[in-house]
C-alpha cells in the first residue's frame, strides 16, 4: 500500500468505508495524501471534503466516528477500503449507512447499546441494568431465556416472538457486559463450521 497512485485520480483516492463486522458498505469519500496521514496516525477516518475543500474527520461535528480496523487498496493502488467501527449512526440522515441497503440489525442494535451504554442518559434501561453489575446482566439473561422456553411450549406464536427479542437483546447486553462483540460470536460459528 505504499505505492499509492494518487496522480491517477487527481490527487483524491476513492475510500469505501464498510462496517467491519458485518462488511455492510457505509459509505464513500476521498483521501488526499494528508487526510490518509491522518487516518493512520490517528485511527479515525478522515476525508478530504471536495464541498468544502478541507480534511475533515467523519464525526467531527456528529460525533458519529469511524473506527478504522483494516486499511485495503484495490489492484490499481488507486482506491481504498476501510474496515471500519461505526460509532454511531454513519448518514447524516441518522441511517446507519448512506446508502438505502438494510444492513444486519443485530449489529445495528448493537451499536445502539454501544451509544447507550457511553451516554449519561439515566432514563436507558440498557444504562440501568448494566449499572447494576454483571450478576444483574447475567440474570436478566437467564429470566428471558427460560421466559422464552416456556412460551416455546405454547403455541402463541407473538409471545414466542416477542420472548425470542427479549433474549436476544439481554444477550447482546450480557455481550457488552463481558466487553465481547457479537462479531466475535460469529467468528466462532464460521471457526466450527470450517472444522
Same mark, same amino acid.
Given at each position: 500500500?505504499?505505492?499509492?497512485?494518487?496522480?491517477?485520480?487527481?490527487?483524491?483516492?476513492?475510500?469505501?468505508?464498510?462496517?467491519?463486522?458485518?462488511?455492510?458498505?457505509?459509505?464513500?469519500?476521498?483521501?488526499?495524501?494528508?487526510?490518509?496521514?491522518?487516518?493512520?496516525?490517528?485511527?479515525?477516518?478522515?476525508?478530504?471534503?471536495?464541498?468544502?475543500?478541507?480534511?475533515?474527520?467523519?464525526?467531527?461535528?456528529?460525533?458519529?466516528?469511524?473506527?478504522?480496523?483494516?486499511?485495503?487498496?484495490?489492484?490499481?493502488?488507486?482506491?481504498?477500503?476501510?474496515?471500519?467501527?461505526?460509532?454511531?449512526?454513519?448518514?447524516?440522515?441518522?441511517?446507519?449507512?448512506?446508502?438505502?441497503?438494510?444492513?444486519? %440489525? $443485530?449489529? &445495528?442494535?448493537?451499536?445502539? @447499546?454501544?451509544?447507550? #451504554?457511553?451516554?449519561?442518559?439515566?432514563?436507558?434501561?440498557?444504562? =440501568?441494568?448494566?449499572?447494576?453489575?454483571?450478576?444483574?446482566?447475567?440474570?436478566?439473561?437467564?429470566?428471558?431465556?427460560?421466559?422464552?422456553?416456556?412460551?416455546?411450549?405454547?403455541?402463541?406464536?407473538?409471545? %414466542? $416472538?416477542? &420472548?425470542?427479542?427479549?433474549? @436476544?437483546?439481554?444477550? #447482546?447486553?450480557?455481550?457488552?457486559?463481558?466487553?465481547?462483540?457479537? =462479531?466475535?460470536?460469529?467468528?466462532?460459528?464460521?471457526?466450527?463450521?470450517?472444522?
Amino acid at each position: 500500500m505504499n505505492n499509492l497512485n494518487f496522480e491517477k485520480t487527481g490527487g483524491l483516492l476513492p475510500v469505501i468505508v464498510q462496517d467491519y463486522r458485518n462488511l455492510q458498505v457505509l459509505m464513500l469519500g476521498y483521501m488526499n495524501q494528508e487526510a490518509l496521514n491522518i487516518t493512520r496516525t490517528t485511527k479515525q477516518v478522515t476525508f478530504f471534503s471536495r464541498s468544502k475543500n478541507r480534511i475533515w474527520t467523519k464525526g467531527e461535528t456528529s460525533g458519529n466516528t469511524l473506527s478504522v480496523k483494516k486499511i485495503i487498496s484495490d489492484c490499481d493502488q488507486d482506491t481504498l477500503l476501510i474496515l471500519a467501527k461505526p460509532n454511531g449512526p454513519t448518514c447524516h440522515t441518522g441511517s446507519q449507512s448512506c446508502f438505502a441497503t438494510q444492513g444486519n %440489525f $443485530l449489529y &445495528e442494535l448493537e451499536t445502539i @447499546l454501544e451509544d447507550r #451504554l457511553r451516554s449519561d442518559d439515566q432514563n436507558s434501561y440498557t444504562k =440501568k441494568l448494566m449499572d447494576q453489575g454483571l450478576n444483574k446482566v447475567i440474570q436478566k439473561f437467564g429470566e428471558e431465556s427460560v421466559e422464552l422456553i416456556i412460551e416455546a411450549k405454547d403455541q402463541n406464536k407473538n409471545l %414466542f $416472538l416477542n &420472548e425470542a427479542a427479549d433474549m @436476544l437483546y439481554h444477550f #447482546l447486553v450480557l455481550l457488552q457486559a463481558k466487553e465481547t462483540s457479537l =462479531k466475535e460470536v460469529e467468528d466462532k460459528l464460521i471457526e466450527r463450521r470450517k472444522k
